[in-house]
């Protein structure tokens, strides 16, 4: 079917910088959203960011001037590029999709809010 595979986590210090990749494969006929939401220890799942087929762009107030999203329609590859990273930055980071895809069958159909496994991100001295 769908897959996304999130890339580019690690351990980065503080003022630090990561990219992350996440790279959707299958018999995708197109996607329409791409975000990237975390979640920290203990804390519920937050939006980070997120970007339509269009280019238009949505993210949250924290992480606005310091994150930016953007994607590769060609590749199916949704980025975050992370700058100016914080300890509370740390969290499981997950890619999340709106996929139009051909099933076994080959008919379309749509999975509105699919996930990827995660990639942690921990920022620390």
């Known amino acids: 079917q769908v897959h996304l595979e999130e890339s580019g986590g690690g351990l980065v210090q503080p003022g630090g910088s990561l990219r992350l990749s996440c790279a959707a494969s299958?018999?995708?006929?197109?996607?329409?959203?791409m975000g990237w939401y975390r979640q920290a220890p203990g804390k519920q799942r937050e939006l980070v960011a997120d970007i339509t087929s269009a280019g238009t762009t949505n993210y949250a107030d924290s992480m606005k001037g310091r994150f930016t999203i953007s994607r590769d329609n060609a590749k199916n590859t949704v980025y975050l590029h992370m700058n100016s990273l914080k300890p509370e930055d740390t969290g499981v980071y997950y890619c999340?999709?709106?996929?139009?895809?051909?099933?076994?069958?080959?008919?379309?159909?749509?999975?509105?809010?699919?996930w990827g496994q995660g990639t942690q991100v921990t920022v620390s001295s």
């Open positions: 999340n999709a709106d996929v139009l895809y051909y099933d076994d069958n080959y008919h379309p159909q749509r999975l509105y809010d699919y």
């Open positions: 299958g018999r995708i006929l197109s996607i329409n959203s």
